[in-house]
């Protein structure tokens, strides 16, 4: 079993925000860091299971290509989010499950959630108030 620890705080590309933005951009550092295709839903499922595998997460997210989970990974753990331990066997293992700064980012995870979920609720009211389905068949039949 190889943990892998040793890896940068942080990936090259947040070292540079966090050090180049002033304090005043701290929520853009956050969306710098949690912003991605898949970020939030990886961190989400693995405070919701633990410990998930490669194939688990890409099931779980409904399938995105290889190439984008394994970068969204990536970044998560080059910034510290997650950590990956491989297991040195044949087929490899390779397990993922949050770091402390990860854990400590579900509140914050929690609440885009949440925040999204009410956003989306409010725009599909308005589209639907805007523009109605048209009427079933059995109206159009009736008249």
């Known amino acids: 079993m190889d943990t892998m620890t040793e890896a940068q705080p942080m990936r090259e590309k947040t070292e540079r925000i966090v050090r180049e933005w002033g304090d005043a951009c701290d929520a853009e550092i956050s969306i710098a860091v949690l912003g991605g295709a898949w970020k939030p839903s990886i ?68 609440a885009l959630t949440s925040w999204g979920a009410g956003y989306a609720a409010h725009q599909r009211r308005e589209l639907a108030r805007l523009d109605p389905e048209p009427e079933g068949l059995d109206a159009v039949v009736a008249h």
């Open 43 to 110: 961190l989400s499922l693995l405070g919701e299971h633990d410990v998930l595998r490669f194939g688990e997460l890409s099931r779980l997210l409904d399938e995105p290509t290889a190439r984008v989970l394994t970068r969204q990974l990536r970044e998560l753990e080059d910034d510290g989010l997650l950590t990956r331990t491989v297991y040195r066997q044949v087929p490899p293992k390779v397990e993922y499950r949050l770091s402390d700064l990860g854990r400590g980012s579900m509140p914050l995870v929690d």
